[in-house]
């Protein structure tokens, strides 16, 4: 079934450590997004990409990287997760042509 | 870039009655215009969108109206129900090779 998937769901980790979110969509989409959203509502975009080997910063430095080797993957790197870090981060993805965007049903981090 | 503004933040209506939540943005070349929303414990879903080639849209008992003019969009809610009660996220993006910008959303409350 088309759908955008990210894993792991919930994820508690020491502060410090590496972490990745995974996130892959399987609609071949070109356009795809990382946001982190915290109790608070309001979507912070982190980084977006429009396509294989493009990706860009977005408005919330959250010391985090992404790749897009793949159309269909694009994971998220914390190469040192910090309390501040906690929160619930949601991927999605989009066709060009300003359609519909898809979301992942979310990553919730917690950093201890 | 594109900035996009939110208002209320939150809203408590009583069941039946409508629930109208405003947007506006600041580039003109701004062509496109999705409502999301987001129910508690899962994720961002569309409702409804808008080109800016039309003034109105409406599905059923949710509508959006777009005033390029004045350069803001609304989405209006007849007949609330329970389980209307939401975050709704606005968005507008400039072009398909531009990303979506979100607004910050409004929690939506029905009162039985």
């Known amino acids: 079934e088309a759908d955008i998937y990210q894993t792991p769901r919930y994820l508690v980790i020491g502060t410090g450590k590496k972490i990745t979110l995974e996130c892959s969509q399987t609609m071949g989409h070109d356009k795809m997004y990382w946001y982190q959203q915290d109790p608070g509502m309001e979507l912070h975009l982190i980084h977006y990409s429009y396509g294989v080997n493009s990706t860009e910063k977005g408005d919330l430095s959250s010391e985090s990287t992404v790749s897009r080797i793949r159309t269909e993957h694009f994971p998220l790197t914390l190469e040192s997760a910090r309390p501040s870090h906690t929160s619930q981060y949601l991927c999605?993805?989009?066709?060009?042509?300003?359609?519909?965007?898809?979301f992942g049903q979310g990553t919730r981090l917690t950093v201890v | 870039g594109e900035n996009v503004e939110q208002h209320p933040s939150t809203l408590s209506v009583q069941e039946g009655d409508s629930a109208v939540i405003k947007c506006t943005y600041s580039?003109?070349?701004?062509?496109?215009f999705p409502w999301y929303k987001q129910e508690l414990g899962k994720r961002p879903q569309l409702i409804i969108d808008?080109?800016?080639?039309?003034g109105e849209k409406k599905d059923q008992r949710i509508a959006v109206t777009l005033n390029k003019t004045a350069k803001h969009f609304s989405l209006h809610i007849t007949e609330t129900q329970p389980e209307d009660s939401a975050v709704y996220f606005c968005?507008?993006?400039?072009?398909?090779?531009?990303?979506?910008?979100f607004g910050k959303g409004t929690l939506l409350t029905v009162n039985p």
């Open positions: 999605a993805s989009e066709v060009p042509g300003n359609t519909e965007a898809f």
């Open positions: 968005a507008a993006s400039i072009g398909s090779n531009y990303k979506l910008t």
């Open positions: 808008i080109r800016s080639n039309v």
């Open positions: 580039d003109s070349a701004s062509n496109y």
